[in-house]
């Protein structure tokens, strides 16, 4: 999916706080960027305008022609194409991986569903896809195993394999890769950067992290700072520098 942003600005009114200060940023169908920041940047707010869980004060957000605030039938679209990987690990203890992946795609399920799934069964519709992606991420031999004995890069996989049990055409994840030890990030990018989903975009306060991307969009803020190919060491200070943070166009 493409999404472009126009003029976007998010306040969050109570707090006294501009997340997002007229955001401009297209982003193609197939690319795969990441979002770099630094705490408190504006990140996270900007996923969830996308998804429209937050509404802009100003500006216009489109997903591939979709507006996430233009009523619930685009809203409903925008979802149901987009897997999303959040910052905290919202995976439910006590259930075991295949359960949490499986109860993260009830739509048009059966009532009798949930008691096949809640016993370790799968859905027939979901079994091939469920298994391939299982293989290709590694976490095959972890289904039957319940999570909070599963360490954190392979929680992250469970989530990943989650968010994309639904085959969405765009795949957020927000600092998918924090709390990983490097090894385990890597790997952790590594799946992401693989997964089958059209358009990826990963926030990340990581420099090493976003350096991997092919385009980097750096926000400072509530501003972007940087948008391109390779981040030069001037925009780093930027970004994370005392200075006045400057557009480079
Ligand atoms: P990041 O993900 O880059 O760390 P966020 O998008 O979460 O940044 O936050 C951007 C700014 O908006 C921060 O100043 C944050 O405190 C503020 N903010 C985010 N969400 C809320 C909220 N629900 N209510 C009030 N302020 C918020
Ligand atoms: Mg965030």
């Known amino acids: 999916m493409d999404i472009r942003l126009a003029g976007v ?67 409903t679209r925008i979802r149901r194409a987009t897997g999303m990987v959040r910052q905290r690990d919202d995976l439910v203890r006590g259930l075991t991986a295949r359960t949490n992946i499986l109860i993260g795609h009830t739509h048009g399920w059966r009532p009798g569903d949930w008691w096949h799934v ?6 027939h519709r979901h079994l091939q896809r469920l298994h391939t992606l299982a293989v290709r991420h590694d976490i095959a ?10 360490s954190g890069g392979q929680r ?38 693989d997964a089958d989903a059209a358009t990826l975009i990963v926030t990340t306060h990581d420099l090493t992290v976003a350096r991997q991307f092919p385009r980097v969009v750096a926000v400072r803020d509530g501003r972007i700072v940087f948008d391109g190919p390779e981040l030069p060491e001037e925009a780093v200070a930027d970004i994370y520098g005392g200075r006045p943070a400057k557009v480079n166009s």
């Open 156 to 193: 992250q996989r469970v989530a990943l394999v989650r968010a994309l049990l639904g085959k969405p055409r765009l795949l957020l994840a927000d600092e998918a890769t924090s709390g990983l030890d490097p090894a385990r990030a890597a790997e952790a990018l590594a799946h992401l950067r």
């Open 9 to 75: 600005t998010v306040d969050f009114a109570a707090h006294g706080v501009r997340a997002l200060d007229d955001v401009e940023l297209s982003i193609a169908e197939g690319e795969q960027v990441a979002l770099l920041g630094p705490s408190g940047a504006g990140k996270s707010t900007l996923l969830r305008i996308i998804l429209g869980a937050i509404q802009p004060v100003a500006g216009e957000v489109r997903v591939s022609g979709l507006d996430p605030f233009g009523g619930s039938r685009d809203v």
């Open 141 to 150: 031999q972890l289904l039957s195993t319940r999570i909070e004995n599963l």
């Open 118 to 123: 809640l016993r370790g069964r799968v859905p």
